[in-house]
């Protein structure tokens, strides 16, 4: 895409880069990517050594001293911390800061003025009564400044991503727009390429495991949503009892990651238990994410593991891109 085409972004919570670099694909270049993480930051700076990254708690970022000078700013973009939903309902803490940080990029944007704003999340902030008030504090934000606001509840497989993974998104327009932003979403049609087996089958022969075919062929479904990833909890494992039973089903083994494809001598036969099922390797479950291979992951195995399992798969956040690039253009 040529460069006087492109349009602005400010991304706030970025992690380890799987909004930014789909927004990066739809046509947006960041103007700021800030993360209170110094491993995401660090791998947002490998990947991207041109990007203004600013490690720092977003509840302490002054955009008048960080953000000096800016032109307009075409979008907002956060993919803020999980708010406590199903998936998490063993984390011992509520959701108090991540509400506080959700509340926080509404005023951010009234503030910043930017011509949209995107915001994703777990369904739960949707859908759950106690996240009311918060979503109400916000939209109230938006409204009295000019904006225009959606709700939309959508699975990541329907946009190009081999894994079932559903998202609460909120998008906003300050100039109107948000219609034709809805219209723009548009699911692909299934892929018969992005299953597990047809995804991993590649990285899974590296060694020359005589039995990939055999996996592959078994393995011919969507992916489960990777979990995981929290930072509240254990070590790099795919998630809790409900996600070690759906991948045991493609005989995987999610109990523990592995540093490497199979060996030439591995003998897959789940029957045999967990230590005869395939493990993942961190850079297979970023493909399940749909990270492109090229794109790094810094630190040691737990904490890349973690930065993959909270990002924002870049295929869904191109779409996402395309439809709020498409709304932005027409105004």
């Not at 493990?279 to 399940?288: M, N």
């Amino acid at each position: 895409m040529p460069r006087t085409n492109r349009l602005t972004s400010v991304e706030l919570c970025a992690g380890a880069g799987g909004l930014a670099l789909g927004l990066e694909q739809a046509g947006f270049d960041p103007l700021l990517l800030l993360d209170n993480r110094d491993v995401a930051c660090e791998t947002l700076r490998a990947n991207r050594p041109g990007w203004n990254v600013l490690h720092k708690d977003l509840l302490q970022f002054e955009p008048r001293f960080e953000l000096p000078g800016h032109r307009e700013i075409d979008v907002i973009a956060a993919g803020l911390p999980r708010v406590k939903s199903a998936a998490t309902a063993s984390r011992p803490r509520g959701s108090s800061w991540e509400l506080e940080l959700f509340e926080t990029t509404a005023r951010l944007t009234v503030e910043l003025r930017p011509r949209a704003l995107l915001i994703e999340n777990v369904p739960d902030l949707l859908k759950r009564d106690e996240y009311e008030s918060s979503r109400s504090r916000v939209a109230k934000h938006l409204e009295d400044a000019g904006y225009e606001h959606c709700w939309l509840l959508l699975d990541a497989c329907e946009f190009g991503v081999p894994q079932h993974r559903e998202y609460a998104v909120m998008a906003a327009v300050r100039e109107g727009g948000i219609t034709s932003f809805i219209e723009g979403l548009r699911p692909f049609p299934p892929a018969p390429g992005l299953t597990v087996g047809a995804v991993l089958r590649a990285s899974m022969s590296v060694n020359g495991w005589p039995q990939v075919g055999e996996w592959a062929a078994q393995a011919d479904v969507i992916a489960p949503t990777i979990v995981g990833g929290s930072w509240d909890r254990g070590g790099g494992d795919l998630g809790p009892q409900g996600s070690v039973r759906a991948w045991a089903k493609v005989g995987v083994n999610g109990r523990a990651l592995a540093d490497s494809s199979p060996s030439a001598n591995f003998v897959w036969n789940p029957s045999q238990g967990p230590a005869h099922m395939l493990k993942l390797t961190v850079e297979q479950v970023a493909a399940l994410q749909g990270f492109p291979s090229y794109w790094t992951f810094e630190g040691r195995k737990t904490a890349r593991y973690r930065q993959v399992g909270n990002a924002t798969p870049p295929p869904f956040a191109c779409a996402l891109g395309v439809a709020l690039r498409s709304a932005l253009t027409t105004l």
